[in-house]
């Protein structure tokens, strides 16, 4: 298996980011083939969804979000910005790992689906996610 950490900046502000292309060159650099892209943050306050990115779905997603956890002072969790706990909480809906066949060293996506990250903590805009491919041994 190779794996490796890239960075990811999301800024201050709430994020779909798109980390497509850091998978991609990830894969070019592991050998090709075919095997799983495994994608993993390893933060408490992140996830990874499987997404159309750049047609407003991205916009979509963090008002869905922003519906089903305002940023307000209910959430136990209340350190940090108004309404952060809520980003602890978004990690079980949206899942902070992916996984993607890969074939012929190509990420076996559908046409319009994208890897992005999702981070609604806005106290911490630098972050990282680790990329894991596990080639295919027949």
Sequence with gaps: ?????????????????????????????????????????????????????????DDD????????LPADDRWRHAHGSRGHGRSHVMPALIAPYATVPVVDGALALGTWQSIAFVDLNVDNPDRKVRLSFLADSA
Excluded: Q, W, Y
């Excluded at 894969?27 to 408490?44: C, E, I, Q, S």
């Design 61 to 68: 997603l963090l008002a869905a979000l922003r519906d089903l």
């Design 1 to 57: 298996m190779k794996s490796t950490v890239v960075e990811v900046e999301t800024g201050g502000t709430e994020a779909v980011h798109d980390i497509t292309p850091l998978c991609e060159e990830f894969l070019r650099t592991a050998g090709g083939g075919d095997g799983l892209l495994n994608v993993f943050v390893p933060h408490a306050t992140a996830g990874i969804a499987l997404i159309e990115l750049g047609a407003g779905s």
